[in-house]
């Protein structure tokens, strides 16, 4: 185990942003989820740094990272990345996306292709979030369309209003199962509130709107897709997203070992061995 620094690099718009990274080998670039931090994958720093040059960056508003009054777009957190990738000259690099940071992974690729990585590993994010009448019932619950387009709008006016807070309290909190300890949930909840609630509410609208289905059958990188089968997805989404992706492979989680949404904390030890196996996978013979 390898003692985590911190970094920080400036992007082209004048933001910089911090990052977590610990060990030496090929590159793991984590990428948390909507309004998460680096410093929630710590255990992944710990555990994974033997193998990889593990890093975690805090996205932009997020964590230690500067927080400005503009860029809270997927498109803008997908070119921090790039940048990101570039400014540490990462070759060869695995991106992690969990939940929302897999809609930035989706944007990068659409903008800027796959070279320059080896490897995806996507966890427990839906495809598109907001139904269309025309889905069928299988449909929705295949690409996690869950909430209306009105939902999603109120959802964000209120996250982004005074009661922000509290409700991403709540919000975070339905996401776990009853084992995860309240202070480990109050951990969560301190370190999502890092992120100003008003640019959150914007971010949530960008994520909330995308549709990468057309995306999925073009990724032609080894890709692995984790689940939790106690996930507020369902268990039909990471399977149906794998199935799409040329070389995707999938791994669920059980509920009763801590399969939630936030599996990587809820269950490090599985979490981290599923990840260890596909990066050997990758790198075997190199």
């Known amino acids: 185990m390898a003692r985590s620094e911190s970094g920080t690099f400036t992007t082209s718009d004048g933001v910089n942003l911090h990052y977590l990274t610990a060990g030496a080998g090929p590159p793991l670039v984590i990428l948390p989820g909507w309004s998460q931090s680096a410093a929630l994958f710590q255990r992944q720093l710990d555990d994974l740094s033997d193998r990889c040059r593990c890093l975690v960056l805090d996205q932009r508003g997020h964590g230690e990272s500067s927080k400005p009054d503009y860029g809270y777009r997927v498109s ?85 209003s005074k009661e922000g807070p509290a409700k991403t309290g709540e919000f975070l909190a339905s996401m776990f199962t009853e084992s995860f300890s309240e202070a480990d949930l109050l951990q969560v909840i301190q370190e999502s509130l890092k992120f100003p609630r008003p640019y959150a509410a914007e971010l949530l609208l960008s994520v909330s709107a995308a549709d990468y289905r057309d995306l999925l059958p073009r990724i032609l990188l080894p890709t692995l897709c984790i689940g939790g089968a106690a996930s507020h997805l369902g268990p039909e989404v990471m399977p149906w997203i794998a199935e799409q992706i040329p070389r995707g492979q999938v791994e669920m989680i059980a509920a009763d070992a801590g399969g939630s949404h936030f599996m990587y904390l809820e269950n490090p030890e599985t979490f981290n061995s599923v990840v260890r196996d596909f990066v050997n996978q990758l790198t075997e013979g190199k």
Do not use: K
């Open 76 to 160: 803008r957190l997908a070119m921090d990345l790039r940048e990101l990738l570039q400014a540490l000259d990462l070759q060869d690099a695995i991106l992690l996306g969990h939940s929302a940071g897999c809609a930035v992974i989706w944007n990068y690729l659409d903008l800027f292709g796959e070279a320059g990585l080896s490897g995806l590993i996507l966890c427990d994010q839906m495809i598109a979030r907001i139904r269309r009448p025309e889905w069928s019932e299988t449909e929705c619950r295949q690409y996690g369309a869950e909430a209306g387009g009105d939902e999603v709008l109120a959802q964000a006016e209120l996250i982004g």
